[in-house]
Nanobody
Framework: QVQLVESGGGLVQAGDSLRLSCAAS????????MGWFRQTPGKEREFVAA????????AYADSVRGRFTVSRDNAKNTMYLQMNSLKPEDTAVYYC???????????????????WGQGTQVTVSS
């Protein structure tokens, strides 16, 4: 029903930019939104940003608001995360996820997303 594949991670320096992509195959007639989470070793996954596929409304974590931008290309079925002014504390494995159905886009909990990609590593050196 849903397949998600992230790409675009890598090693960058503090202050640099990076763009992540999430190629999505979502077969549903229900409304849905997609999100980005990140995780560092020993910690729970942290919500980063989300976007409603129809309409494009967005939500961000306070830690990335103003630096990161989530967007989607409906024709390419791809979600993006543009990350600017990267900091060492942004280092993590970044996951894209899909939440099917009428759900609150501002719900940052991991459990509100049923489908996950495999993750892509982002490392920001100081």
């Amino acid at each position: 029903q849903v397949q998600l594949v992230e790409s675009g991670g890598g090693l960058v320096q503090a202050g640099d930019s990076l763009r992540l992509s999430c190629a999505a195959s979502v077969r549903t007639n229900s409304p849905y939104h997609m999100g980005w989470f990140r995780q560092t070793p020993g910690k729970e996954r942290e919500f980063v940003a989300a976007i409603r596929w129809s309409g494009g409304s967005t939500a961000y974590a306070d830690s990335v608001r103003g630096r990161f931008t989530v967007s989607r290309d409906n024709a390419k079925n791809t979600m993006y995360l543009q990350m600017n002014s990267l900091k060492p504390e942004d280092t993590a494995v970044y996951y894209c996820a899909a939440s099917i159905g009428i759900r609150n886009i501002n719900d940052a909990s991991e459990r509100s997303y049923a489908y996950w990609g495999q993750g892509t590593q982002v490392t920001v050196s100081s």
